[in-house]
């Protein structure tokens, strides 16, 4: 199998709230529109990937669904998204593999894990 392309398919309980989460609290890029001009889908960039955010789940998202995002810098997002009101569920914390490790959620409780380096070649940062 050749993929040409991927992106993770997001399918809200309220499609103006997630989007505005992705767009203006997380600040992700929108790659592109689509749709109704009443309700349009967004897909933003996630790094070389991509996430669509469109249609609706009355029920919230189905399944074990975890979005990973590598960042710069995770305790100034980890301030940055507290003041913004996003709900952190586990504060930014070293890991034995070598990764600094932030958990938030989205409004429908899906699940983000924001992650940045600490360590290179076994050396911590100073």
Partial sequence: MEV???????RPSDLERSQRFYRDVLGLAVHREFGPPDAPGLV??????LLEV?????????????????VRDVRAEHRRLVAAGVTVTREPRPEPWGLIEMWIQDPDGVRIVLVGVWRYHGVAEA
């Fill in 4 to 10: 040409l392309s991927s992106r993770i398919l997001l």
């Fill in 44 to 49: 933003f960039f996630l790094g070389p990937a």
């Fill in 54 to 70: 469109s249609g609706t789940a009355p029920d919230g998202p189905a399944g074990p669904l975890r979005i990973w995002l590598q």
